[in-house]
């Protein structure tokens, strides 16, 4: 039986960026509600070790609540220590593609700890979606 995947989520106001290692082709969707419940939808039916974002001004929050209302495992990490992951391992080049393959690989390789949301933190999470309509 292989190993779930590590999942790296590149974060910005319109689109996500997702990449699975190992193995799996990166793809981008829309940052809006339709997309992101099939995304989470897809990743629940594939049940990844982790699911890693990098905490960007806010940005992350919606996507991070309805990953942990889900109950899958994500984990909202420090940029600059991503970025520091990164060149350490070489990867200098910087696209939202690369950055989350970076991120499911410092999943992979650090395993940061998942970290559910507070119960009325997640209740608010659906009432918040930025960028567009629900």
């Known amino acids: 039986?292989?190993?779930?995947?590590?999942?790296?989520?590149?974060v910005a106001k319109d689109n996500l960026d997702v990449a699975l290692r190992p193995g799996g082709k990166p793809e981008r969707i829309r940052n809006r509600q339709a997309e992101v419940d099939d995304l989470v939808q897809r990743l629940c039916d594939l049940q990844p070790a982790l699911i890693v974002l990098?905490?960007?001004?806010?940005?992350?929050?919606?996507l991070a609540g309805a990953l942990a209302v889900a109950g899958l495992p994500v984990a909202v990490v420090n940029a600059r220590q991503v970025r520091d992951f990164a060149r350490a391992t070489g990867q200098l080049a910087k696209t939202d593609r690369i950055d989350a393959q970076v991120l499911a690989h410092f999943g992979e390789a650090v395993r940061p700890v998942p970290r559910p949301l507070p119960d009325p933190e997640a209740q608010q999470v659906g009432a918040y979606w930025p960028g567009g309509a629900r």
């Open 1 to 10: 039986m292989t190993e779930p995947p590590f999942v790296g989520i590149d």
């Open 54 to 62: 990098e905490a960007t001004g806010g940005l992350e929050i919606p």
